[in-house]
């Protein structure tokens, strides 16, 4: 009797943020071409202090999940096989509030702008102690 065959790999790859090294810098440049080829020109909007942008967004691994998400959403609702709502769907329920979210004031690319990238620090964490049962 022959060895059962290897499962399928499947069709869609993880998600970036499980992706590293060469695997990463592939998925954030296929990225990079939707961000600049069709998001910025079609839904960038102009920066301001109020809704600042960075140019170099790819530095802000936030960002990165969340335009990658964005990204896969794109896919998923606007492909050939998706519905007819699929485009307003896609609109509502994931470009505004991303869009949104990263371009807040004190979002993602808060003092970034035009020329001028700052680096995020993620807030302190400490150790968790050891677990003690409520009660």
Known sequence: MPADPAPPEPDDPPFILYKAGDEFGRAV??????????????????????????????????????LYGLWMAWQDLTGSRSPLTGPAMWH??????TMNNLRDPSGVFAGCKPG???PKEPPPVEEPRTAIPPG
Do not use: K, M, N
């Open 29 to 66: 440049a296929d990225l990079a071409l939707w961000v600049h080829g069709l998001l910025v020109p079609v839904y960038g909007r102009e920066i301001s202090s109020t809704a600042p942008w960075c140019p170099r967004w790819y530095e802000h691994t936030e960002a990165v999940a969340q």
């Open 92 to 97: 509502r329920d994931f470009l505004t509030p």
């Open 116 to 118: 001028q990238h700052r």
